[in-house]
């Protein structure tokens, strides 16, 4: 089966380019000396995952309890959740232990104290590190707050818990305006984790684990010493953010949108039907923003952008593309996209389709779809 | 069971708003004498639908044939598509009309064409309109070019379709600045309708229907003459867009979600557990533009924003929240939002709760969410 016997829109997996994907980042952290531990909510696919595991790493991560009970029924044994987990999901833990080896995070000493609590008496022990925030500003005990090495050192004491040390996510690379920025940003964090780690020591508590995680500090992470585990997510796939970022290259994006011409009302105009339903609505924010949602490719085989066309606003069905320039696009034509950020895309459809080339060579179920809570 | 028991996040659909927000239109086109034919993307629940036909709907709309294949299963008689469908998908409308009466538009004469020639090929007719862009600039025919009185012609004579009159989209109307402005877009929306099926019939060619639909534009096209159906869909649930255009108070609101606070990690900064995944990143735009992505209400059973929280962004699985002045949230809290825009939270879930104030009284199946194609 070829592109154009698919019914549209759908979403399209270039195999080859996920497996050189998943070896270039294996390689580079098995140059780094790290483990690598890759984000699962890009796909979530058991059979991506088990790709990356067959290719060197070492457990994966899940965004949700929800997507890592999907992955533990499908057999993972080392499953962490970089996720700030509430102590009224005790009893989905437990269930969890007994099934996979789980480990998540806390960046509040109550909280720490809860989980604790449940856990002591469920008669269970559970492996946690410290969310430590970097620069994004999101979850994450601050650093350089007074008390903070403290703070890490009385979650090391908890009974119930089985501390294993820090983890950080630089999502503000996302916000880099440049390869030397990223590289900063990465050392900065670096740098941050292990000066926290040392005052940690210092009060008798021992990190075993530096986590980072983050597709555009990856490649400068591995190089950086006393780290021992990174976790990119998005590199599977890439995306249109990621080149506007410098971590990938067009040739290197594995996910894409196939659509088709629905309607074509002006010469200025072509309307699609892929919508925010299927692209997202998804922005590419920061110094490399560009505009539109997604990019449209100059053929179904040629992986540069068609600089005429701008995916200028998405409704739910349709996109709404404006013409620069004269265009052959009618009515019943296929266009592949790009789009801006692959990991919600995989969120929207129940499977893909795998594709080597213009040629469609099976299936992907995604399985954790969908799993918010 | 009770609010409090649920996971997070999760979607809500309180169904005495419901009921009543169906009921109000239904009133509206009752007294209009125009049918009232829901577009189901709002809530793709055939359980919500049935409840609309219940209260004096004719027939409702769907937005793609994935969606009518759900709808046509679950024993829907009456299937509209106001979409541009594209004859590769012959195939599947045959299919449908074996077991629903389904009607679709067309905005090309090519294609027009081309359904003839599928459904004179197949010994079948379908019900066909002509889409006319009234002002959104997105599908249909530009009602004012030379010649668009006779391509809608064209289509009404030719075999294999038959053809059933005009449809419309004022979506423009979500960029409206007032009230006044609503007005004046849906009554220009029922001129040009009403002007080009004079044209038509000039040309010997009757448009037994003028369908026009939006929310917005709704209870302003319901006392207009010359229409004789209108197809609203987000009416069922209504949302924050809703709201800043004036067509729903907050009190009307039906769907919100439910979320918890997973980290406080600043006096300025919450963190919730529904991030894009469950809220989507849709923004509201135009002249009511507010920021934030999402409204938080000021309790879980108090309809009114808590203006001391903004949900400054969204990543797919955290709300990064700022709080001006003080606020008490703790990890474990529970917040109710009400969404920026309610029909995509729809599709990012297989089930909603229903409740009544803050009881709990049963699940509504959203099945025919994520149906893309």
């Known amino acids: 089966m070829t592109l154009q016997e698919l019914r549209t829109p759908c979403v399209l997996v ?20 790290l483990r690598l531990r890759p984000h699962a909510k890009t796909h979530k696919s058991p059979e991506v995952a088990r790709l990356q595991l067959a290719r060197g790493a070492k457990g994966i991560c899940c965004a949700k ?48 104290r809860g989980w604790s609590a449940a856990m002591t008496a469920a008669g269970r022990e559970v492996d946690v590190l410290v ?19 403290e703070m890490v050192a009385q979650v090391g004491r908890l009974p119930g818990l ?59 992470s591995a190089t950086l010493a006393g780290l021992t585990e990174m976790r990119p997510g998005n ?20 996910l894409t949108v196939l659509a088709r011409v ?53 409704s739910e069905e349709h996109a709404k593309v404006t013409v620069a320039g004269g265009c052959a696009l009618a009515p019943g034509d296929l266009v592949r996209i790009i789009p801006n950020h692959s990991c919600p895309v995989s969120n929207l459809v129940d499977r893909a389709w795998k594709v080597d080339g213009l040629n469609v060579t099976g299936e992907v179920e995604i399985a954790a779809r969908g799993r918010i809570a």
């Open 14 to 33: 270039d195999w080859r380019r996920l497996e050189r994907n998943i070896d270039r980042m294996q390689a580079a952290a098995d140059a780094g000396g």
């Open 235 to 254: 590199y599977a796939y890439y995306d249109r953010m990621q080149v506007a970022l410098g971590s990938a290259t067009w040739d290197d994006c594995a």
């Open 131 to 149: 969310k430590v925030d970097v620069g994004l500003h999101r979850c994450g005990i601050d650093p350089d707050a007074s008390g903070a090495a």
């Open 162 to 220: 089985r501390f294993r040390g820090l983890l950080s996510h630089a999502g503000h690379a996302y916000s880099a305006s440049s390869d030397d920025e990223t590289r900063r940003i990465a050392a900065a964090e670096a740098a941050t984790l292990t000066g926290l780690a040392s005052q940690v020591g210092a009060l008798g508590v021992r990190c075993e684990e530096i986590s980072v995680g983050a597709t555009p500090t990856a490649r400068h």
């Open 262 to 314: 629905v309607s074509r009302p002006a010469a200025d105009r072509v309307i699609l039907d892929s919508g925010s339903k299927t692209l997202t609505n998804d922005v590419v924010r920061g110094p490399g923003e560009t505009p539109g949602y997604g990019v449209v490719l100059e053929a179904l085989d040629r992986f540069s952008p068609n600089r005429q066309l701008v995916i200028e606003r998405l």
């Open 65 to 112: 309890l929800g997507e890592a009970e999907v992955f533990a029924d499908a057999g993972f044994e080392d499953i962490r959740l970089p996720y700030p987990l509430h102590p009224s999901n005790a009893d989905r833990v437990i269930a969890l232990l007994d099934r996979t080896h789980l480990s998540f995070i806390v960046d509040n000493i109550e909280v720490a």
